[in-house]
Structures are given as C-alpha cells and as structure tokens.
C-alpha cells in the first residue's frame, strides 16, 4: 500500500506543470505594461472612459510602490444630456495564450449601479478570439462569476471537478444574451463589499489546452498556497488543488475557439447588465439617476490592486 501511495504520488507530480514567473507588474509599472481605452463603452455604461493623462489628472488612477488604484469619479454631479461618469478601462498592451495569471486585489468596486470586471478579450476579433471573465459581477451580488464566451459549437458538461455551481452549459455569445457559459464561486467574500470586508484576496486564472481554470482565496484563508501569497518565482500547479471554476475542453476546440488575448480592467456603471437587473438585485430607484445626481454613492467604487504576476 505504501508503495501504491508513493507511485500515486509520483505520478501527480509528473502530471503538474511548472510555472515560472514571466512578467510583474505592481505599482507604477502599470502604465507600463497597460494602455489607457478611451473608448465608447460597448455595454452602454453611464460612464465616459478617459486616457491616461485624464486620468492621472483627475486622479482615477495613481500609485504606491505596491499599489494601484483604479477608480469612477465620485465628486461631479452630471448633466443628464452630457457624458457619463468619468472611469477607466485598460488593457494590457501584451496579448497571452498558455499562461497562469495570479490577480493579488486588496479591494474591487462595490455599489449600487457599479459593474466591475477583470477579464480576457481581443477586441478586435471578438468573439472569434473568445472571452474569458476572470472576475464579474453587478450591484454588490454576491457571490461573483468567472464565464467564458465564444462563438458558436463551445459547451461545458454539468458534471465538473470544482467548487463552484456552473449556469447555462453552452459558450456561445448568441444564447441568452451573451449570458456565456458561467461558474458561480462557492465563497460569498469573492465579490463587493464582503470581499473588501476581509481585505480582498487573489484570483488565478490557468490556462492551457485542456482547460481554464480559475481560484479564489481570501486574505485570510489558511489554504493559500505559499507560492502564491509571497510571489514565488516558480510554483507547481499541483499546489492550487481544486478550482473555483473548471471549463475543460472536452466539447469545446480551445484551439479554434480562443486566440491570443489581453487582459482588460475595467468599471462601468448601469449598462446592459447592472442597469437592467439594478431593481431585482435590490437597488432602489433609477440606476441612470444614481450614476448622474448621487457620486457619493461611488465612493467605494475602485480597484486596488497589489500586484499582478504572471507565469508560464
């Protein structure tokens, strides 16, 4: 038996892949490795996404030697016939394919109205170069969403080796909205004001040719592996154990189905997600309202994010 063991053993270490850290990025490296989109938001948010200098100006973004903020504005009162609230939207300038990203946020967007997300996508072959959703969720809905969208001829089984309860099983952009093929995570401090309550957490993605992966762990918990929350150079995937979310590509061609991506950051307001379920996730009044007459109510509405380490 003790044989038996140590032969299992051998052969999941055999199995795991060696990762070691390939780019890092914290601080005020960000604006070195992403670019600014000052662009119409494509889910009709109330918002109006500046570049680079607007935002450092009117300080939407800045940063610490280990910090960098994110954030809407949350001190104008709008026009209801003039833009959106300003807000960011960025992308990196590098595009990935085989990888494991570790996202290290110390605190995300929360609010009524707010729809954050971190998220994969060639946008300009989207959706033939498909979409992964690392991190989404609307108007402080616990817990959040990682989801994939593709065209069409992508599903995912019921039947999966996670922690998270999976929707729809069909990817395609074109079922239900674009409402994509989603796990939803089993730990209700992944999202909104629960996950800043704890001090945030780390979101891995892992991608490779048989699956997307995706974890969750909070500040605090004791599973964290080690290699993840000091930054190691190297770490085994064996050590991240069970996802949050599976997506494994036994009816779905990774190949033809996902291209080269960037990773996108991103917080609109209302829009064709948070503005349409604002009143059935409990948010009283008019979403559009809330966005033009109350900034206050954005005040918690940024990303700070530690670091982001990628690994290949």
Known sequence: ???????????????????????????????????????????????????????????????TDDTFILRTDCWSTLSPSGPGRDSVRIQSKNLYKNHLAVF???????????????????????????????????????????????????????????FGSPTQSDCNHDVNGNAGCGVRMNNGNSFGPNFNAVGGGWFVMERTDDAIRVWFWERNDPNVPASIKNRQDSLLSEEL?????????????????????????????????????????????????????NPSAFGEAYFDIASIDLYT
């Open 1 to 63: 038996m003790k044989y038996i063991a140590v032969l299992s053993s051998l052969i999941a270490l055999s199995s795991a892949k060696l990762y070691s850290a390939s780019e890092r990025y914290v601080g005020n490296t960000f604006y070195d490795a992403f670019e600014f989109q000052a662009v119409s938001d494509p889910t009709h948010g109330r918002v109006n996404y500046v570049d680079m200098w607007t935002a450092q100006g009117r300080n939407l973004t800045f940063t």
């Open 104 to 162: 290290n946020v110390r605190h995300m967007p929360q609010g009524c109205g707010t729809w954050p997300a971190i998220w994969y996508a060639d946008v300009n072959n989207w959706p033939g170069a498909g979409e992964i959703d690392v991190l989404e969720g609307v108007n402080n809905v616990t817990p959040d969403a990682s989801t994939l969208h593709t065209t069409a001829g992508c599903t995912m089984p019921d039947n999966r080796g996670m």
């Open 241 to 293: 154990a069970e996802p949050q979310a599976l997506f494994p590509n036994t009816n779905c061609d990774f190949n033809s189905h996902f291209g080269p991506l960037r990773i996108i950051i991103n917080l609109t307001i209302c829009g064709d997600w948070a503005g349409s379920t604002f009143n059935n996730d409990g948010c009283p009044g008019s979403c559009i309202d809330l966005a033009n007459n």
